[in-house]
């Protein structure tokens, strides 16, 4: 699971089977790529944050094999996740346990914006952030 650049100097991508550690490699490898590309350290948190928050689903729920993609494009960083997995992205309410906050809630509060789409061999979660 490496850094693999993909044609554009802003633009990279990882892979990997659905284990702890692997979101583990991955957000540290985001977060190394971030700083070299010299974003503001409170994007390069929330970032990382929304990663794992992705990665978590697509090992707790999801299940399957990964890619993530982070690409900066002129004032705003894009990341997506993809998954193997059918159906819609996790977006409910979440755990009624006290004290519990959803992930994706936590993406909605850091992010420009995000969303969810689905295609044929799975779906894709991204998310902006200004730089």
Same mark, same amino acid.
């Given at each position: ?17 659905p284990?702890?550690a692997?979101?583990?490699r991955?957000?540290?490898? !985001?977060?190394?790529? @971030?700083?070299?590309w010299? &974003?503001?350290?409170d *994007?390069? =948190?929330?970032? /990382?944050?929304?990663v ?5 689903n ?6 399957t094999?990964?890619? !993530?993609v982070?690409? @900066?494009?002129?004032?705003v &960083?894009?990341?997506? *996740?993809? =998954?193997?997995g /059918? ?7 979440g ?10 809630? !936590? ?25």
């Amino acid at each position: 699971m490496a850094l693999a650049p993909v044609g554009r100097p802003r633009r990279a991508q990882w892979s990997g089977p659905p284990l702890d550690a692997s979101v583990s490699r991955v957000r540290h490898s !985001v977060r190394q790529l @971030l700083m070299r590309w010299r &974003l503001p350290e409170d *994007v390069i =948190d929330d970032a /990382v944050l929304v990663v794992t928050e992705l990665l978590d689903n697509v090992v707790q729920h999801a299940r399957t094999p990964f890619r !993530v993609v982070a690409e @900066l494009r002129v004032h705003v &960083l894009y990341l997506a *996740v993809e =998954d193997e997995g /059918v159906g819609r992205a996790p977006v409910g309410m979440g755990c009624a346990v006290s004290g519990y906050v959803s992930g994706l809630r !936590v993406v909605n509060a850091v992010t420009l914006r995000w969303g969810w789409k689905q295609h044929h061999t799975g779906k894709t979660v991204w998310a902006e952030f200004l730089t």
